[in-house]
């Protein structure tokens, strides 16, 4: 992954076919050792190939990729509105301690 990014750095900065050393070079200004077996490999990939087309055809198949699960909680509601949210809150659970009291009563006691 770090070599992909130093790669796309160098076609952002205007280099459209880095070499192993351009990447190599970006990588070690920031401390990373560069893999070389990886580092043939992305530019054997990526040669000739132009990047904003790769990132197009990329973003299009991302796209179509499912990303979801059940979904995340709703938000949490801003401003004056969360005094109110927290008020209903609270309403249901007196509700349900009201419920498990009648279901441990249910007519009779344990020592009648």
Request: aromatic residues 2%; charged residues 30%.
């Amino acid at each position: 992954m770090k070599h992909l990014a130093a790669y796309l750095l160098l076609g952002l900065g205007g280099n459209t076919s880095p070499s192993a050393s351009d990447i190599k070079g970006v990588l070690e200004s920031v401390g990373i050792e560069a893999d070389d077996d990886r580092l043939e490999k992305l530019i054997s990939e990526l040669k000739d190939k132009d990047l904003a087309e790769l990132i197009s055809e990329g973003s299009s198949k991302l796209a179509s990729v499912p990303s979801g699960g059940s979904g995340g909680g709703a938000a949490a509601p801003a401003g004056a509105a969360g005094g109110a949210a927290a008020a209903e809150e609270a309403k249901p659970e007196e509700k349900e301690e009201e419920k498990e009291e009648s279901d441990e009563d249910m007519g009779f006691g344990l020592f009648d």
